[in-house]
């Protein structure tokens, strides 16, 4: 078992920016990719980013592209997504979760891909 908590979620002005962690524990010996998701008011949830196990690779979302940036430090068993630029349409509860990452270098865009997920925090930003 894997626990995620998220943490640095608050509310901001648009062209703000804001840095969300995610700490992991429990068996974090094991390999494990790492994605961030969010979902909006009436929205489900969608992928933001996801960060490979060896941290070499990430992926985004179109809609973060250039503004967000996925990054991990394996040692304090810690992702955090740093994002800038933000805008009104970023408003959502954000959710880290990890993936049993086959390779180093692989990367999970949906969530059915997560087997273990945060509680989430909630970014709002104001126009």
């Known amino acids: 078992q894997v626990q995620l908590v998220e943490s640095g979620g608050g509310l901001v002005q648009a062209g703000d920016s804001l840095k969300l962690s995610c700490a992991a524990s429990?068996?974090?010996?094991?390999?494990?990719?790492m994605g961030w998701f969010r979902q909006a008011p009436g929205k489900e949830r969608e992928f933001v980013a996801t960060i490979s196990w060896s941290g070499s690779r990430t992926y985004y979302a179109d809609s973060v592209k250039g503004r967000f940036t996925a990054s991990r430090d394996n040692a304090k068993n810690t992702v955090v997504l740093q994002m800038n630029s933000l805008k009104p349409e970023d408003t959502a509860v954000y959710y880290c979760?990890?993936?049993?990452?086959?390779?180093?270098?692989?990367?999970?865009?949906?969530?059915?891909?997560?087997?273990?997920w945060g509680q989430g925090t909630q970014v709002t930003v104001s126009s």
């Open positions: 429990g068996r974090t010996g094991s390999s494990y990719a």
């Open positions: 979760a990890a993936a049993r990452s086959a390779l180093g270098i692989s990367l999970y865009v949906t969530e059915r891909q997560y087997s273990y």
